[in-house]
């Protein structure tokens, strides 16, 4: 009989489907790994992010090329980095404030025990220095709130800086070339930064002349300056004016009038508004403070 001993033969389409199923299984096995691979990168990254709650400030997470798990890792990173900047800042600056409170604090319990022992005439004397220790105390406590408030989130309303530093150059005794400049910014910290660079300028620069100057930038951003004609800011101190409780040698402790904290304050007034300070030397002898960027 005619094609009785003939089998149908799939032995072709068979290995067609075999082929198909490698195919897919190795995409599949390829997806897995890639897939896994992003999810390890994923999970240090996690890892790296509850260190860093729990208080391991130092930890980041590791950056692999340049997908979007390494733009993810970069990002925390850098985040990282502020936040530790600012708990190391924050640090420094309570263990500092603790030291400049112990000494008006340790003045006033002296001054407590001679009024108890000394002599009427010698009272007087005692008091008046406790009252200056108390002042220069609730000085340095009010300097230490608005700094505690500048870097949290300062207020934003329209501020006109034109009349704010008319008022401070009146009060300072400094001349002025202004120009009309509105802001939306913390109106008592501009004020707050325009009289400590002025006081400044008054308690260092000698009894020359002190100017100051605020304008508009073409790219609507505001500056101040302000000049003086004492001695000048040598170039290796043009950072360190700028560090809470840096004080210039011969200067006592709140004697002069200061607590330390006045050009901090500017500069964390001025980075609040996007903006940034300086010193350089002033044309003809004395210091130039410039603020940038004001926003």
Known sequence: MVGSNATPSHGAPGRVALAWLAALSGLALGSWLLA????????????????????DY??????????????????????????????????????SASHELRSPLARLRLAVDLLAEGAPAERAAFADGAIQDIEELDALVGDLLLSARVQSAPARAPVDLHNLATEEALRAGA???????????????????????????????????????VGAAPDGSAWVEVLDRGPGVPNELAERVFEPFYRPAGHDEGRDGG????????????RAHGGEVRVTPRDGGGARFVVEGLR
């Open 175 to 213: 001349t002025t070339t202004l120009q009309p400049v509105t802001l939306r910014g913390d109106g008592p910290a501009l004020r707050r930064m325009l009289r400590n660079l002025l006081e400044n300028a008054r308690r260092y620069g000698g009894e020359g002349e002190v100017l100051l100057k």
């Open 36 to 55: 896994r691979r992003v999810t390890r990168r994923l999970e240090r990254v996690e890892r790296a992010m509850e260190r860093w709650g729990e208080g």
């Open 58 to 95: 130092a930890a980041r997470a590791p950056v692999w090329g340049k997908d979007e798990v390494a733009r993810l890792a970069g990002s925390f990173n850098r985040a990282a980095d502020q936040v530790q900047s600012l708990v190391e800042t924050q640090r420094r600056g309570l263990a």
């Open 259 to 270: 607590v330390g904290l006045g050009l901090a304050l500017v500069r964390q007034i001025a």
